[in-house]
Each structure stands twice: as C-alpha cells, then as structure tokens.
C-alpha cells in the first residue's frame, strides 16, 4: 500500500530564505505525487502534481518539487520564503491502478520576520 | 461554479447521537473522498467512491457508513458518535486521481 513520511512536523525559516520540506514516498508502482497546502481554517489547495512527465515539477506561488525515484523522495523548495507562505503543507500519494489518496502527516511552515 | 460543498460547517453532538455529513460536487467528478483531519495525524482517509454506486474503505473506516447517493452526492454518516470522532472532516473530488477538490471542512464536536 502506498504512504507518505513527511520529515518535520514544524519548519521555521526566515522571510527571505529558502524553504525546504520533506516528503519520501513508499509505492510498489510509479507514483503519483502532490503538494497541497492548507490555511487557517480552509481546505486543502493544490500546489503541484508529478504524474510521470518532468521530474522538476513547478507549481503555484513560486514552489517547485523534484520527483527523484532513487531517493523515494518528492521534496517542495521555494528559494526565497514570503510571510504569506505561513501554512501546513500536505505531501499526497497515489497510484493509477487505485483511486485512493493517501496524505502525510503534514508540516507547518512558520516564517520569521 | 461552487466546487465541493458541505453540510454543516460546525456540528456538536452528545456521545451516542447520530447524524450524517452531507457532499456535493458539481464538477461532474467521479471518486469522491472522506477525510478526517486531527492535529499531528494529518488526512486520514475514511472511505472513498470511485464510480457511482461504488464505496471502499480508506484507513480509519471504524464508526462511520457512507453512501454515494448519485454522480453529485456523497454522504457520511455516523450512527454512534463517540467523543473520539471529534475532528474536522473533509470531502474531497476527483475526475481522475491527479488533482483532488477539497471542500471547507465540517467541525465536528462529540462531548
């Protein structure tokens, strides 16, 4: 069955600095992999998919994800953090065979002034 | 075009009490999801709907029955709340499994 591990409950970066949040994937088949983030008291939005094309996928406000297969991993980066982009963000999985989406854990994102 | 809606946005019910979490979706989606979301445990789905007339199990389907009414609805229902199935619940829909459609969330509070 196919899960998610995301590293890190809470991140704190500076505003400025570069984000970087973790996810490794578990998937007997390829996978498909997505970012959504969630703000206070909303629902969840997608930021970025991989569905087997381009490993270095870009996705809404600035964010980018590498899907890297030898390393299980599908890690969201931003270069430089905005305060805007105080949220949780969700690492998801999913497979082409089964309609089921499965979320990590989630990883709350603070950033300092 | 109003995306994932549902009913009600806050409920709070005494242990024992029944009642059902209603979804609609008017993207013309086939699967749709329900989630519980608690702090630290992220999503954790309780059952899904691939196809009209179809339900499974997801993770945490313990307490809960679902129904897929038709294409647009799918329902939630929990026959014996219990203070554990306080959380927040949401629903979700997909066309295929790339891009899932959330909706805002129902609070549920079992005291």
């Known amino acids: 069955a196919q899960s998610v591990t995301q590293l890190g409950s809470h991140v704190s970066v500076s505003e400025g600095a570069l984000v970087l949040l973790r996810c490794n994937y578990s998937?007997?088949?390829?996978?498909?992999l997505f970012w959504y983030v969630q703000y206070p008291n909303q629902g969840l939005q997608l930021l970025l998919k991989?569905?087997?094309?381009?490993?270095l996928v870009k996705g809404i406000n600035g964010f980018e994800a590498e899907f890297k297969k030898s390393e299980t991993s599908f890690h969201l980066t931003k270069p430089s953090a905005h305060m805007s982009d105080a949220a949780e963000y969700f690492c998801?999985?999913?497979?082409?065979?089964?309609?089921?989406?499965?979320f990590g854990k989630g990883t709350r994102l603070h950033i300092l002034p | 075009n109003a995306g994932v809606t549902q009913t009600p946005k806050f409920q709070v019910l005494k242990t024992g009490q029944s009642m059902t979490l209603q979804c609609a979706q008017d993207?013309?989606?086939?699967?749709m999801y329900w989630y519980r979301q608690d702090p630290g445990m992220g999503l954790r789905l309780i059952y899904y709907?691939?196809?009209?007339?179809?339900?499974d199990k997801g993770e945490v389907p313990n307490g809960y029955n679902v129904s897929r009414l038709n294409k647009r609805e799918f329902s939630l229902r929990l026959e014996s709340a219990a203070p554990s199935q306080t959380s927040v619940y949401f629903c979700?829909?997909?066309?295929?499994?790339?891009?899932?459609?959330f909706g805002q969330g129902t609070r549920l509070t079992v005291v």
């Open positions: 991989y569905t087997s094309a381009a490993t």
């Open positions: 993207m013309n989606h086939n699967s």
């Open positions: 998801a999985v999913s497979e082409w065979r089964d309609d089921k989406i499965i």
């Open positions: 998937s007997s088949v390829p996978p498909y």
């Open positions: 979700a829909s997909t066309r295929t499994v790339t891009e899932a459609f």
């Open positions: 709907s691939a196809s009209e007339g179809t339900t």
